[in-house]
């Protein structure tokens, strides 16, 4: 009876082991069946923003590769050629007759390079002061240009929460999307308006950009004719995400576009979450 005892118990004590051994086996499994998962997650998504990132740097270089070419037309289509004929005058005869061509014509030129530099960098830029660049944006894009721009700015809005990047960033993906309406919205008018958060919507800046044009279809423009791809909005996006902005596009054909951007507070949010 007693080695029955014994038997039975010596069973028991190897089930039992055999039960933790295929438990712990199972656990370990199932950890590291859940480890490749998120791995396998994570390799998806770097790869993904990877992809994106130089898709990005792809259009950087292309954007910057047409400006360059465009300022090296620029300055030879106009300023080059105008100093050049400003030196033949003066190199005739009867130049000191010509000096009020001369001088006119000089003064055009240093109007077409003051017109050049701002496109480059805007000098309020280095102000740090968005609302002011905006406002020097919209009225520089009315001025070339028979659409009437409106700029709003809530009164109190406070932007000097913006670090210098984020001001520019966000000053840039205006930029493009007033170039936009320029080139492609056949619009009469168009608003840029400023304001912070209100109500139960979070702390921060809030842009919003219409156009009363003919508007798009946002993902049906993503490919050109020609098959290469729109980078003007996806460049905008990426600007935005850049800085840990949001930015909405909403459009449809006959019904204009309506942009928004949203950036956070993020001291605001740093002292919550310091708080508690």
Same mark, same amino acid.
């Given at each position: 009876?007693? *080695? ?30 859940? %480890?490749?998962? &998120? ?5 998806? @998504? ?10 990005? &740097? ?27 004929? %400003?030196?033949? /005058? #003066?190199?005739?005869?009867?130049? #000191? ?5 001369? #001088? ?32 020097? /944006? %919209?009225?520089? %894009?009315?001025? @070339?240009?028979?659409? +009437?721009?409106?700029?709003?700015? &809530? ?18 993906? $205006? ?10 919205? +056949?619009?009469?008018?168009?608003? $840029? ?28 423009? &993503? ?31 006959? *019904? ?14 740093? $002292? ?5």
């Amino acid at each position: 009876m007693m *080695d029955k005892t014994q038997e039975i118990a010596e069973l028991e004590s190897i089930l039992h082991n055999y039960t933790v051994f295929f438990l712990v086996i199972d656990v370990l499994f199932f950890a590291l069946l859940f %480890c490749a998962v &998120i791995f396998l997650i994570k390799f998806i @998504k770097d790869k993904k923003n990877l992809h994106a990132s130089n898709e990005y &740097i792809s259009y950087t270089i292309r954007g910057q590769e047409e400006e360059r070419s465009r300022i090296a037309r620029e300055l030879h289509d106009t300023v080059a050629q105008d100093l050049r004929y %400003c030196k033949s /005058l #003066s190199e005739k005869k009867n130049a #000191s007759e010509l000096l009020p061509q001369i #001088s006119s014509i000089l003064g055009a030129t240093i109007q077409q390079v003051r017109a050049m530099s701002y496109n480059l960098v805007p000098p309020d830029i280095t102000q740090n002061d968005l609302a002011a660049n905006l406002m020097s /944006l %919209c009225a520089e %894009c009315a001025e @070339k240009s028979g659409i +009437e721009f409106r700029f709003t700015l &809530i009164d109190g809005t406070d932007t000097s929460f913006l670090t210098a990047d984020e001001g520019l960033n966000l000053y840039r993906i $205006v930029q493009e999307a007033l170039a936009n309406i320029l080139k492609h919205a +056949e619009a009469s008018e168009a608003t $840029v308006m400023l304001r912070n958060g209100s109500g139960n919507e979070e702390d921060g800046l809030y842009i919003f950009i219409t156009d009363d044009g003919k508007g798009f279809e946002p993902k049906s423009n &993503i490919l050109l004719a020609t098959g290469q791809k729109h980078f003007g909005l996806s460049g905008m996006e990426r600007r935005a995400a850049l800085i840990g902005a949001k930015i909405t596009i909403n459009s449809a054909k006959g *019904d204009g576009t309506q942009i928004s951007i949203m950036k956070k507070n993020s001291a605001i949010h740093n $002292v919550s979450r310091g708080g508690r």
